[in-house]
């Protein structure tokens, strides 16, 4: 508090409100002033009718003067503080009061004085002494709120009175005179008792005060509903935010009403849901005096939690706080960990967690079938159309699968476009394949997104429990593998799990494991096929191509590790090494002759391209102009803006850019303007039946006198015979050429060779590389 430390009888440490009412208490009645100034003015008037003595009379006009003062001193305060007094301007009247009081009984003391010099009267010194005592007696009562007023008014009546009792009376009034400053002494201790005891009651109630009025204030304007009952349920304490965190209707609850008021709030307590009355739930509490904490339910869907804490010996506080906005994001947090945002389907960890619970001690799923469904085809759409077209797709699919699968099956979003369903009963293996048939063809109708018709399909794998297998582990592995052997059968089917499954499962498995540490045990070697540009008659590029040279399997095809690559998301360091041995070899090479490295639109994704293969440059110091990388349309499409400024860095480094398998997606025309592209090539797809297809001529045609017009360089893939090469050069504009025409795709050491001798012994192209 403010006074803590401090003397309550000092005036410089009360606060400001306390000093005010003790220098308003001088001042508050101003008719006991007038009656003890009466009093004083009648007692000279009586000594001069005695003695005659004309100094009586003149005390009695200083007593009127000085008692007419303090009243119009005291009306002048009155007025003044009508309107507020700062403590300078309190200071200066409490002065003021001690000022015009010490004038005061400085004249009763001087009067006694004169009486005991100018008469040896008795009864003059008796009036005069007792009149004057009576009027210091009369201050301790009146002003003892002041210390300064107190003393001042002491001193000046003991002196004058005392000095003329010791001055001019006999030996005894001398010793009563003596006796005179014990008594004077007593009425300041007095006088200083009661300022103590009155200030320190006052100080104390005045930060009682403050102390209330700041709780108060605090409790008016917590957020927090906030309350006391007693031990008979009444509210001792309670805030504003009480009544409107109840959501109580019939007015705000006040101190000493009844818990009976709550009886009309409502919450889901018990197990079964049933609704409880507030009211009878803090009776509960009050009888138990136990902790507690709940949730009250309202009408306008806001959630209250109450907390009820018991007090000693009885009673207890209760505490509301809206917890409606940290419900609500519960749920929806709740909901972001349980199921997927896309489709709202049960997410892999959920599904797996609540499957494993319904399976247990012969739940609902202790016998069931897995579904194991994967999408067809839905790479070419999120491919050639976007990721957002794909989503929507997934959405639709969401849909039409709630419209295939019993109502009681639980169906969760595996993973990109895989979907897991369990369908609980003894289902036989017909009505399984039925269900099946009715999802692929379900999920083969042709739907619309954004305008266009978008067609895929799906292949199913089936598990059947406790058949093939009892737990959730093994059921999903099972109908994994089901699935992937429907896939291999052509996709658009099912197939139901059998143990031969296994082993393609372990084979997959083993595969992922030595995938990964391929690399680091030097399994991975680059082979290279030759372009050969017909203008200069020569080898100018050759493409590298993975191959995994497995110590078991032999040479593992790119196009069955390459998925598994990425999927396990090995692609990028396999990328990374792709760049870093093609440039050490090309580096190697006679100048002139460019290495072309194929970029992955999950190296994009996954990785800086960037610094990958300004490292890979760095470090083989293979000049920029010499490599060319490779991008699939599909890279581009996924995230076009940032491929777009990947590919532009690169091609100012000075590294050329290719677009590989021109033709095969649905927006390359649009995106030639957009890329820094230095070359396209031709899919294969563009010369099958060249010879015989005029059509597939007078399109081929089309598209590269385009291209050349760009600027492009223009390079046709999977030539293999001498009559496509020589209708190729009839009809269209050709820079490059790759093909098993010119060689096929070989080992590091024998392009070397082939390009030293090539190199050292021109010759046309074809009979130099086919020798």
């Not at 401090?6 to 009656?35: C, F, I, Q, W």
């Not at 138990?288 to 009820?308: H, K, M, P, V």
């Not at 677009?659 to 294969?684: C, E, M, Q, V, Y």
């Not at 045609?701 to 760009?710: D, N, P, R």
Request: proline content about 3%.
């Amino acid at each position: 508090m403010e006074i803590i430390g401090t003397k309550p009888h000092s005036s410089k440490a009360l606060p400001e409100n306390v000093y005010e009412s003790v220098v308003r208490s001088l001042y508050g009645d101003l008719r006991t002033l007038m009656v003890g100034a009466i009093a004083t003015i009648i007692s000279p008037l009586v000594l001069y009718s005695r003695s005659g003595d004309p100094a009586h009379m003149w005390f009695a006009v200083l007593f009127s003067a000085i008692s007419l003062t303090r009243f119009a001193d005291g009306k002048l305060f009155e007025s003044a503080s009508r309107s507020g007094l700062s403590r300078a301007q309190l200071q200066r009247w409490e002065n003021r009061y001690a000022f015009f009081g010490a004038v005061n009984v400085f004249l009763l003391g001087a009067w006694c004085f004169a009486g005991y010099a100018r008469t040896s009267d008795e009864f003059v010194h008796m009036m005069s002494v007792t009149t004057t005592i009576a009027f210091i007696v009369g201050i301790m009562g009146r002003n003892f709120s002041s210390e300064k007023v107190v003393l001042s008014q002491t001193v000046f009546t003991a002196v004058p009175l005392t000095s003329g009792i010791v001055l001019f009376g006999d030996v005894y009034q001398a010793i009563l005179g003596a006796f005179m400053f014990p008594l004077f002494l007593a009425i300041w201790l007095m006088s200083r008792k009661l300022r103590f005891i009155l200030l320190d009651s006052v100080v104390s109630a005045n930060d009682y005060r403050i102390t209330a009025q700041r709780f108060d204030i605090a409790l008016s304007n917590v957020s927090l509903g906030m309350a006391m009952l007693d031990g008979e349920g009444r509210f001792t304490v309670v805030n504003r935010q009480f009544s409107r965190l109840c959501g109580l209707r019939d007015g705000a609850i006040s101190v000493d009403d009844s818990i009976a008021r709550l009886d009309n709030c409502e919450t889901e307590l018990d197990d079964d849901g049933a609704k409880v009355q507030f009211g009878s739930i803090l009776r509960r509490c009050l009888t138990n005096g136990r902790w507690i904490r709940f949730a009250i339910q309202l009408s306008d869907d806001r959630t209250i939690e109450a907390t009820y804490n018991p007090m000693q010996p009885d009673g207890g506080v209760l505490v509301l706080q809206d917890v409606t906005e940290r419900t609500k994001a519960e749920i929806e947090i709740r909901q972001l960990a349980n199921f997927d945002a896309l489709t709202h389907l049960p997410n892999r960890r959920f599904f797996a967690s609540e499957i494993t619970r319904r399976m247990a001690d012969n739940g609902d799923l202790a016998q069931c079938v897995f579904f194991f469904v994967d999408l067809d085809n839905f790479k070419d759409v999120n491919d050639t159309l976007g990721h957002a077209t794909g989503d929507k797709l997934l959405i639709s699919v969401a849909r039409q699968m709630r419209c295939v699968v019993p109502d009681a099956a639980m169906a969760c979003r595996f993973g990109g476009d895989e979907f897991v369903i369990a369908v609980g009963g003894n289902l036989s293996r017909a009505s399984c394949g039925e269900l099946a048939r009715n999802l692929i063809d379900e999920l083969s109708k042709p739907v619309l997104i954004d305008g266009q018709q978008l067609a895929i399909g799906a292949s199913i794998g089936i598990a059947r429990c406790p058949e093939h297998g009892t737990d959730y582990h093994e059921l999903l592995k099972a109908s994994d593998a089901a699935l992937y052997d429907a896939k291999n059968r052509g996709r658009g089917c099912f197939s139901f799990y059998h143990e031969n499954m296994g082993d393609v499962i372990r084979g997959r498995r083993q595969m992922e494991l030595d995938l990964r540490h391929a690399v680091e045990r030097g399994e991975m070697e680059i082979y290279f096929q030759p372009l050969v540009n017909l203008q200069q008659n020569r080898i100018t590029t050759c493409e590298a191509l993975l191959r995994w040279n497995h110590p078991i399997r032999g040479i593992v095809s790119p196009g069955l590790f390459i998925p598994i690559a990425e999927q396990i998301g090995t692609i990028s360091s396999i990328g990374k090494h792709v760049l870093e041995e093609a440039t050490r070899q090309c580096a190697t090479w006679p100048n002139g002759t460019s290495v072309a490295v194929n970029v992955s639109s999950l190296q994009f994704r996954r990785s800086d391209v960037h610094s990958v293969v300004t490292a890979a440059l760095a470090k083989s110091r293979l000049h920029p102009s010499r490599l060319e990388i490779e991008v699939t349309e599909s890279a581009m499409l996924e995230n076009l803006e940032e491929t777009k400024a990947t590919l532009q860095r690169l091609s100012a480094l000075g590294v050329r850019i290719s677009l590989d398998d021109f033709g095969t997606g649905f927006s390359s025309l649009s995106n030639l303007h957009a890329l820094p592209l230095d070359k396209i090539k031709i899919d294969r797809s563009f010369i099958e039946n060249i010879e015989t297809d005029e059509r597939s001529m007078i399109l081929l045609s089309g598209v590269t006198h385009m291209a050349a017009k760009l600027g492009l360089s223009i390079v046709i893939e999977g030539v293999e015979t001498n009559e496509q090469l020589e209708a190729l050069r009839q009809a269209v504009h050709l820079d490059e050429i790759q093909g098993y025409l010119f060689g096929r795709a070989m080992p590091a050491a024998d392009i070397a060779l082939l390009l030293e001798k090539a190199h050292g012994s021109p010759a046309p192209a074809e009979r130099k590389i086919a020798g």
